[in-house]
């Protein structure tokens, strides 16, 4: 499988969600990227949900996903936060 090469010095914010049983992208894929991504210095939350495969069909997870997903939002389009910020 070829991957796609990121450039993690641009990445101001990221929210990596991922599913502990994902047979379609296996959890080491996100787990690589978070290792890379903080040995960056790239700002990123990252949540698993151990029980979840890929998409989120347990309310609570989907509950979960999505408030932290709004808070990612608020905070990551702030201005001069975003990589669409203005410079």
Request: aromatic share 10%; glycine share 8%; charged share 25%.
């Amino acid at each position: 499988v070829n991957r796609p090469t990121l450039s993690l010095e641009t990445m101001p914010m990221v929210l990596l969600v991922h599913g502990g049983e994902d047979r379609r992208v296996p959890i080491e894929h996100a787990q690589s990227f978070l290792s890379a991504a903080r040995a960056a210095g790239v700002a990123i939350e990252y949540q698993e949900y151990a029980s979840e495969g890929h998409g989120f069909f347990i309310a609570a997870n989907r509950a979960d996903y999505f408030k932290r997903l709004e808070k990612f939002l608020e905070t990551s389009l702030q201005p001069g936060r975003g990589a669409a910020s203005p410079k």
